[in-house]
């Protein structure tokens, strides 16, 4: 088998066993029901001073081909466990899949 087509299919494995369901909101555009693996877990920081800190910062990966637009930051959005957060950072790798940087979780209540 093909490198390219074992990726996809590594890919595709992942997100049925560790993704959830999740909806896209590009601004101007239709809500795209999506599946994607969210982190939600505290992350260290080491401060220059030597300190350390821990932060929350959600992430959720997923693949861009499922998506009509590539996400943008600062201006879309995306629902995940009934919150919506806006994206601050889209980062891509080379496989077709991206990590979204989230932030602002607003409950949808």
Do not use: C, H
């Not at 390219?4 to 909806?23: H, I, K, M, Y």
């Not at 982190?39 to 401060?47: K, T």
């Amino acid at each position: 088998m093909a490198w390219p087509n074992l990726r996809r299919l590594a890919q595709s494995a992942g997100l049925a066993t560790f993704g959830e369901d999740v909806t896209f909101e590009p601004a101007g555009g239709a809500p795209v029901a999506a599946r994607g693996i969210f982190n939600d877990e505290p992350v260290a920081i080491n401060l220059s001073t030597g300190a350390q800190v821990s932060a929350n910062s959600p992430m959720l990966e997923l693949r861009l081909s499922d998506l009509p637009t590539i996400p943008l930051a600062n201006k879309d959005t995306v629902i995940v466990r009934g919150q919506r957060y806006q994206i601050r950072d889209v980062q891509k790798d080379s496989d077709g899949m991206a990590q979204l940087l989230l932030t602002g979780a607003k409950r949808m209540d």
